[in-house]
């Protein structure tokens, strides 16, 4: 298959973006851009979203306090005992 050169004009700033981004996802720019444009043609729209899935502040200090074992509930073998727990807590806080 001929390959073709393209010519692309872009800020210097979101080209440093772009080109750190495609490194993260272990793509050069130029496969990043045939990637893009096979799926384009192929699917006759713009086709996807690649994202790092980087979690907001609130999420990841969950993420830190499950992974450290804080704010977590006690270990339940059996449904029936879950259940008799959650209803104790209701009758506390009813009472409070």
């Known amino acids: 298959m001929a390959q073709s050169n393209i010519c692309i004009r872009m800020d210097e700033n979101l080209k440093k ?4 981004l495609c ?3 272990g ?7 045939n990637m893009f444009a096979k799926t384009v043609v ?3 729209r713009i ?6 899935n980087i979690p907001n502040a ?3 200090k969950a993420i830190e306090d499950v992974e450290n074992g804080i704010g977590l509930s ?4 059996d449904i029936d005992e879950m259940f008799q727990d959650m209803e104790l807590e209701e009758d506390d806080e009813d009472v409070a």
Do not use: C, G, H
């Open 17 to 20: 973006q772009f080109d750190f």
């Open 23 to 25: 490194n993260e996802f």
């Open 27 to 33: 793509l050069t720019m130029s496969a990043a851009i």
């Open 42 to 44: 192929r699917e006759k």
């Open 47 to 52: 086709p996807f979203e690649l994202s790092l």
């Open 58 to 60: 609130v999420t990841q």
């Open 74 to 77: 006690k270990p339940y073998t």
